[in-house]
């Protein structure tokens, strides 16, 4: 009997024949990717400054190391002062408080430091324009992006059960009057795999650190984006990753509506783009 789809079995070397509509970025090494990130996004930034434009994008806290961009911009003298960062959530205490930027977990503690602090002064983004959601207005964000033209660039990558940001799938959650595709930016109660990942990625397994709910940018949002870069980094995103961009389109697995945007570029460490293996002894 054949346990693995359809969608397990696609080689590296097939990616582009089942998707020529994706560009695909296949790196030595993670250090490799990081570092094509840096000076890809740094030569963005550099174009725009020079045209007199603005540049509006979308950023998860991971799974991207920011610290080789910020030695590029440093480096290089870029000036921000013409991006627009929309950080894509942050976890929440409750229904309408963020959580403490003292918290270990706290998004906007970790990005300020990477992007303002780190940043030489005279070079750093306008700190009103590095926006997390909050609960108390959602909508706020939203009308935001709107009002700067909509978002050139979402960054982001794929959580185990293939949301983006913290779209997990709608089962076992709230009902919502919406197709998770046209989501927009809420508060949401994150699921278990969520809350697992997170705390074997983020806490070492101190599983009741992490909070049970966050704000995020809504599916719909981000679909609207006008490029779509994902980054991949773990062992695991071998298998998640075929499972959205080659098996079939479903609110189950939200990542899987990637496969209908005209400009989607996947970024990812040649281990990641080998096979999925399946182990009786585990490899995380």
Same mark, same amino acid.
């Given at each position: 009997?054949?346990?693995?789809?359809?969608?397990?079995?696609?080689?590296?070397?097939?990616?582009?024949?089942?998707?020529?509509?994706?560009?695909?970025?296949?790196?030595?090494?993670?250090?490799?990717? =990081? *570092?094509?990130?840096?000076?890809?996004?740094?030569?963005?930034?550099?174009?725009?400054? *020079?045209? $007199?434009?603005?540049?509006?994008?979308?950023?998860? /806290?991971?799974?991207?190391?920011?610290?080789?961009?910020?030695? +590029?911009?440093?480096?290089?003298?870029?000036?921000?002062?013409?991006?627009?960062?929309?950080?894509?959530?942050?976890?929440? !205490?409750? +229904?309408?408080?963020?959580?403490?930027?003292?918290?270990?977990?706290?998004?906007?503690?970790?990005?300020?430091?990477?992007?303002?602090?780190?940043? +030489?002064?005279?070079?750093?983004?306008?700190?009103?324009?590095?926006?997390?959601?909050?609960?108390?207005?959602?909508?706020?964000?939203?009308?935001?992006?709107?009002?700067?033209? @909509?978002?050139?660039? /979402?960054?982001?990558?794929?959580?185990?059960? @293939?949301?983006?940001?913290? =779209?997990?799938?709608?089962?076992?959650?709230?009902?919502?009057?919406?197709?998770?595709?046209?989501?927009?930016?809420?508060?949401?109660?994150?699921?278990? +795999? /969520?809350?697992?990942?997170?705390?074997?990625?983020?806490?070492? @397994?101190?599983?009741?650190?992490?909070?049970?709910?966050?704000?995020?940018? @809504? !599916? *719909?949002? !981000?679909?609207?984006? *006008?490029?779509?870069?994902?980054?991949?980094?773990?062992?695991?995103?071998? $298998?998640?990753?075929?499972?959205?961009?080659? $098996?079939?389109?479903?609110?189950?697995?939200? $990542?899987?509506?990637?496969?209908?945007?005209?400009?989607?570029?996947?970024?990812?460490?040649?281990?990641?783009?080998?096979?999925?293996?399946?182990?009786?002894?585990?490899?995380?």
């Amino acid at each position: 009997m054949d346990y693995l789809k359809s969608y397990m079995k696609v080689e590296r070397s097939q990616f582009e024949m089942h998707r020529p509509n994706i560009e695909w970025n296949i790196f030595k090494d993670l250090d490799l990717q =990081n *570092k094509h990130f840096a000076h890809f996004l740094s030569d963005r930034i550099q174009q725009v400054n *020079k045209n $007199g434009e603005k540049l509006v994008i979308v950023l998860p /806290t991971g799974p991207i190391d920011y610290m080789p961009f910020i030695s +590029e911009i440093n480096r290089r003298h870029i000036s921000m002062n013409n991006l627009y960062i929309f950080m894509m959530d942050e976890y929440c !205490m409750d +229904e309408n408080t963020l959580i403490d930027e003292e918290h270990p977990l706290s998004f906007r503690k970790h990005i300020k430091k990477i992007f303002i602090e780190s940043v +030489e002064s005279k070079l750093r983004i306008n700190p009103e324009n590095l926006i997390f959601p909050d609960p108390k207005d959602p909508g706020d964000y939203t009308k935001r992006i709107d009002e700067l033209g @909509g978002v050139d660039i /979402t960054y982001g990558g794929f959580g185990l059960n @293939g949301h983006l940001a913290f =779209n997990d799938p709608f089962e076992n959650k709230k009902d919502f009057n919406v197709s998770i595709k046209d989501s927009l930016t809420r508060v949401v109660e994150l699921s278990r +795999e /969520t809350i697992s990942q997170n705390a074997l990625g983020g806490t070492r @397994g101190l599983l009741e650190l992490v909070p049970r709910l966050a704000v995020t940018i @809504g !599916m *719909k949002e !981000m679909l609207n984006s *006008k490029e779509i870069h994902i980054y991949l980094l773990r062992k695991w995103h071998s $298998g998640i990753m075929r499972r959205c961009i080659f $098996g079939d389109i479903t609110e189950k697995v939200p $990542g899987t509506y990637l496969q209908q945007h005209p400009k989607v570029k996947i970024f990812m460490p040649e281990y990641v783009a080998e096979l999925p293996s399946v182990n009786i002894q585990l490899d995380i």
